[in-house]
């Protein structure tokens, strides 16, 4: 029997594939669609096949997502009617975070779902390919409502679910999400995920110091072009600018599961002051801040508005690398305590 470690790590590089495939990242492929994707689906399918079930259940029963009403939410509607029409294809279709539960940040907030994929998808490459295709069309909606949106759609298989890490997305997230479409009654038999957490968290720091070493964060390109110190093409950066405060205030979350139990994020930023000082958090609290004045942005071909610049203020890689040191070395004295 393989071990429980093997078949996390396979189970994690499936899902990785499995939302490579499904996002438009993948559009490469197009050229050789089917027999690409017969083999990935094979693949898929035989890791999903020996997945283990995990030792707690949790059931999470989920209330039904209402679009408001308001012209700005038209383009979630939109999405919400594409899902319907694919629900053959979904066990879930849950979307979460600010847009569930009503902290909605204008000019701000991504759309945030996650995308339970039934388990006979699999089985056929034609529903493969065909459920990609309709996927890859949907994901372009995403951007009317979001043009800044990073990461589009979440997804996991039905069989992820038995062996379900946190990793993916806490349940507690999960809990306070609505049901787009599909089954309102999902059971999560959990497994542990901890190498995985701590394994983003290493990832992260690593970025940020490579960032502070060489004036740029290679990750998250607009055109080709990557953020830079200290506003330094602050006139096409936004885009990029974006991501980076939102891995900088992914990091209380994040921190906080690895030492004690998985948490909303946005309940996050006030439990983190157990942990930290103030000046320890001057760049999350910066970060908060400049989300906070998304709501007063006109963003204009990928510029930073410069009260975002103001509010920030600069040198902001080194102020990511030394809080992420911070974080880690918390986190590995209280590992070995």
Same mark, same amino acid.
């Given at each position: 029997m393989?071990?429980?470690?093997?078949i996390q790590?396979l189970q994690?590089? #499936?899902?990785?594939?499995?939302?490579w495939?499904?996002?438009?990242?993948s559009k490469?492929?197009?050229?050789?669609?089917?027999?690409?994707?017969?083999?990935?689906?094979?693949?898929l399918?035989?890791t999903?096949?020996?997945?283990p079930?995990?030792s707690k259940?949790q059931?999470?029963k989920?209330?039904?997502?209402?679009?408001?009403?308001?012209k700005?939410?038209l383009?979630?509607?939109?999405?919400?009617?594409?899902?319907q029409?694919?629900?053959?294809?979904?066990?879930?279709?849950?979307?979460h975070g600010?847009l569930?539960?009503?902290y909605v940040v204008d000019?701000?907030?991504?759309?945030?779902i996650?995308?339970?994929?039934?388990?006979?998808?699999?089985?056929?490459?034609?529903?493969?390919?065909?459920?990609?295709?309709?996927l890859?069309?949907?994901?372009?909606?995403l951007?009317?409502?979001?043009?800044?949106?990073?990461?589009?759609?979440?997804y996991?298989?039905?069989?992820?679910?038995?062996f379900?890490?946190?990793y993916?997305?806490?349940?507690?997230?999960?809990?306070?999400?609505?049901l787009?479409?599909?089954?309102?009654?999902?059971v999560?038999?959990?497994?542990?995920? #901890?190498?995985?957490?701590?394994?983003r968290?290493y990832a992260?720091?690593?970025l940020?110091?490579?960032?502070?070493?060489?004036g740029?964060?290679?990750?998250?390109?607009?055109d080709g072009?990557?953020?830079?110190?200290?506003?330094?093409?602050?006139?096409?950066n936004?885009?990029?600018?974006?991501?980076?405060?939102s891995?900088i205030?992914?990091?209380?979350?994040l921190?906080?599961?690895?030492?004690?139990?998985?948490?909303?994020?946005?309940?996050s930023?006030?439990?983190i002051?157990?942990?930290?000082?103030?000046?320890?958090?001057?760049l999350?609290?910066?970060?908060?801040?400049?989300?906070?004045? #998304?709501?007063?942005?006109?963003?204009?071909?990928n510029?930073?508005?410069?009260?975002v610049?103001?509010?920030l203020?600069?040198?902001?890689?080194k102020?990511a690398?030394k809080?992420?040191?911070?974080f880690?070395?918390?986190?590995?004295?209280?590992?070995?305590?």
């Amino acid at each position: 029997m393989r071990a429980v470690k093997e078949i996390q790590g396979l189970q994690v590089a #499936a899902n990785d594939v499995l939302n490579w495939l499904l996002q438009n990242r993948s559009k490469r492929l197009n050229k050789e669609e089917s027999y690409v994707m017969s083999m990935f689906r094979q693949q898929l399918l035989k890791t999903y096949e020996i997945l283990p079930v995990g030792s707690k259940g949790q059931t999470v029963k989920l209330k039904q997502y209402r679009v408001p009403t308001e012209k700005k939410y038209l383009a979630i509607y939109e999405l919400q009617q594409q899902f319907q029409e694919l629900r053959n294809y979904f066990k879930a279709v849950i979307i979460h975070g600010s847009l569930a539960d009503g902290y909605v940040v204008d000019n701000w907030s991504d759309v945030d779902i996650l995308a339970i994929v039934k388990d006979d998808v699999f089985e056929s490459t034609e529903k493969f390919v065909t459920l990609r295709k309709k996927l890859l069309s949907l994901e372009e909606g995403l951007y009317k409502y979001d043009p800044w949106q990073h990461h589009g759609v979440q997804y996991i298989s039905e069989s992820d679910l038995g062996f379900y890490p946190e990793y993916f997305l806490p349940i507690n997230v999960i809990k306070e999400g609505r049901l787009l479409v599909g089954q309102s009654r999902l059971v999560f038999n959990l497994r542990g995920s #901890a190498e995985e957490q701590s394994a983003r968290l290493y990832a992260i720091k690593d970025l940020f110091m490579e960032s502070a070493k060489n004036g740029e964060m290679k990750h998250h390109a607009r055109d080709g072009k990557y953020l830079q110190e200290d506003f330094r093409m602050a006139k096409d950066n936004f885009y990029q600018f974006k991501y980076f405060i939102s891995l900088i205030l992914l990091m209380p979350s994040l921190f906080i599961a690895l030492v004690d139990k998985p948490i909303d994020k946005r309940k996050s930023f006030e439990v983190i002051k157990n942990y930290f000082s103030e000046g320890d958090l001057e760049l999350i609290r910066a970060g908060e801040e400049a989300r906070s004045l #998304a709501p007063d942005f006109h963003i204009k071909n990928n510029e930073i508005p410069l009260i975002v610049q103001e509010t920030l203020g600069g040198g902001y890689f080194k102020r990511a690398s030394k809080i992420l040191n911070l974080f880690v070395k918390e986190y590995e004295l209280r590992k070995s305590a």
